[in-house]
């Protein structure tokens, strides 16, 4: 008799046990899921910089690989194998890949650096240093001077005497030629 009552006990705490796992793996899963749910692309982004791993860029037929070095708002800039900054605008036709994991590494953000992708046009038209500026929906690589940056808008001066006038939000990345 004490033996059944002993098997009866142990299928009884086994049951249970795994009933209390289960619901517990659930209750993980659903946890991790609405955390995933409420991030925003700029904290993929952050998150993305604080690891350190490598990703692929990608605008149109265009794609960039390496290092997210600066994240703020919508703004992203990554430093390739080569030394370029490619600086994307989050809020414009790009996809992020991650395409190697890193095992140490990272950076913080940095204090000082531009707040958005709209400041760091107005950087880089002070700076007047020639650009290439990755705009997926005109077909075309835009190259020239960026001569302003408006609220809505830039015009480049094309190297070849024509004027772009290109939507802020058409505009996935630019970088310095």
Do not use: C
Request: aromatic letters at 4%.
């Amino acid at each position: 008799m004490k033996d059944d009552f002993d098997e009866l006990s142990r299928e009884l705490r086994t049951a249970v046990g795994g009933e209390f796992r289960r619901t517990a793996e659930e209750d993980e899963h659903a946890a991790r899921k609405a955390q995933l749910r409420s991030r925003s692309l700029e904290q993929v982004a952050f998150e993305l910089l604080s690891r350190g791993d490598t990703v692929v860029l990608a605008a149109g037929d265009r794609r960039f690989q390496g290092v997210i070095v600066h994240s703020r708002g919508d703004l992203v800039t990554l430093e390739t194998a080569q030394g370029e900054h490619v600086h994307a605008h989050l809020d414009g036709p790009v996809l992020l890949k991650v395409i190697e994991r890193a095992a140490t590494g990272g950076r913080g953000r940095d204090r000082y650096g531009a707040e958005s992708f709209l400041a760091r046009l107005r950087e880089i038209e002070l700076d007047e240093v020639p650009v290439e500026l990755v705009a997926p929906g005109t077909g075309e690589v835009v190259a020239g001077a960026l001569a302003a940056v408006t609220k809505d808008h830039v015009m480049i001066n094309g190297d070849h005497g024509e004027a772009w006038f290109i939507p802020l939000d058409q505009i996935a990345a630019i970088k310095a030629r």
